[in-house]
């Protein structure tokens, strides 16, 4: 088979791409190790930046996100029972899209599959070689048979796990790494959220988060330890700590309800550097990681994809090299900026056993400083909202 880029990865990111170079009129194949139920299945952070609705928007598979898409124009954040509200609509005069990122994808494979683009699942094996050259090539495995896609370029796009970064000599890439010594434990149920919008609860048993995919289904998250097993989480235990941890308003227009799926989920934040090496470029989870505060992974996979997609719309179009040798820096200027914004949120909100007195009156005082400056919420606001791509 030969096509122009070969990306390996079925998620948001990979997705994404092959939506904007089809729209660019460059040929792609996608690449996925697992079928397209298990990629639906995995559930992650429902908000979205109006850049990433505006590329979506942008490739025409806005329509269910327009209709079930909600508009967010503020959150809170809760502390020694007390709620800050971020007014992002006031501070900033946008807001965020609450949607569930799983929706997103399915979205996108179903435009995927109406134009009739390719996308390989269940392929086993997959191997970059020759992206030093100018004819690289990925090799898979299919039903038991060996194929080969030749092709201009490769995008990484297979998440933190994939094979495309792995297949950098170690030489050549530089990684960054924070490890949280927490998780969060997630439970999805069909109940009316406690309010019409987000809240994160920095409280002395841990942090909590309280969010939605619709007005009749929540999304909740509780601050649990890193080696926590999930099993030891019955549903009556979720709902009590995390009533325990928001304030009595919030506690009390809390809706129990079975849960539809409970997992959890490290947190980390990582970045890569460089994102391209020679003709292989990382996007999205392959080239760095956030901690899901502040729901920065989706909107920077969002970027990265839209810096990655010019650049080889000008290679194509304009016979012009600019954009694919600027990529890599683009998309790591906005990245870290998105992986401070994460890291400080983290810190402000979790509680850290290691945290020493001193720590924790600074914590305190962070949140005092807040609640009274316009300053530092606009801080917040503007990054949470999205900073510009
Ligand atoms: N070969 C082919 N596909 C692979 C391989 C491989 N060796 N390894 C992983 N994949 C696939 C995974 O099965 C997955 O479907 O790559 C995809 C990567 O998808 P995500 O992990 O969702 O990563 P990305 O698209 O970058 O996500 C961006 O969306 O899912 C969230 O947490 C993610 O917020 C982040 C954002
Ligand atoms: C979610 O709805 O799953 C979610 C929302 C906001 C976050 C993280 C996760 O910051």
Request: charged content about 25%; hydrophobic content about 40%; proline content about 4%.
């Amino acid at each position: 088979m030969r096509t122009q880029v070969a990306i390996i990865g079925s998620g948001p990111a990979g997705l994404l791409l092959g939506a904007l170079l089809h729209k660019a009129g460059i040929d792609a194949v996608i690449l996925e190790r697992k079928d397209r139920d298990y990629v639906l299945s995995r559930i992650r952070a429902g908000v979205l930046e109006q850049g990433a609705v505006d590329l979506i928007t942008s490739v025409g598979v806005d329509t269910r996100l327009k209709a079930e898409g909600l508009p967010h124009a503020g959150f809170s954040m809760g502390f020694a029972n007390r709620r800050l509200r971020i007014d992002l609509a006031g501070l900033t005069g946008q807001h965020v899209t609450v949607y569930g990122q799983t929706e997103i994808t399915r979205d996108l494979m179903d435009a995927r599959l109406a134009h009739g683009l390719t996308t390989v699942y269940n392929a086993e094996d997959v191997a970059l070689h020759d992206f030093d050259s100018a004819k690289p090539r990925v090799t898979y495995v299919e039903g038991g048979v060996t194929h080969e896609i030749v092709c201009d370029f490769i995008a990484g796009c297979d998440g933190f796990h994939g094979i495309s970064r792995a297949s950098v000599p170690s030489g050549a890439i530089s990684l960054f790494e924070k490890v949280y010594p927490f998780g969060w434990l997630g439970l999805l149920a069909d109940v009316p959220p406690c309010d019409h919008e987000l809240i994160y609860a920095n409280h002395p048993r841990g942090f909590a988060l309280c969010s939605m995919r619709s007005p009749t289904r929540s999304r909740y998250y509780v601050q649990v330890g890193a080696d926590e097993d999930v099993a030891a989480w019955s549903d009556t235990r979720f709902w009590d700590e995390l009533r325990r941890r928001l304030d009595p308003e919030a506690a009390a227009a809390v809706t129990t309800g079975p849960s539809i799926e409970k997992s959890i989920a490290p947190l980390r934040s990582f970045v890569a550097e460089p994102l391209r090496f020679g003709r292989l470029f990382l996007a999205g989870d392959a080239a760095h990681i956030v901690p899901p505060t502040g729901a920065k992974g989706l909107n920077l996979a969002a970027s990265d994809v839209h810096y990655l997609a010019e650049g080889l719309r000008e290679y194509y179009r304009d016979n012009s090299e600019a954009g694919i040798n600027a990529y890599s820096a683009r998309a790591l200027d906005r990245i870290w900026k998105a992986e401070r914004f994460s890291w400080t949120l983290t810190m402000l909100l979790h509680r850290f056993d290691s945290m020493n007195p001193f720590e924790q009156r600074m914590q305190e005082a962070d949140f005092r400083y807040l609640e009274n400056s316009r300053a530092a919420q606009t801080t917040i606001a503007e990054n949470y909202i999205g900073l510009p791509f």
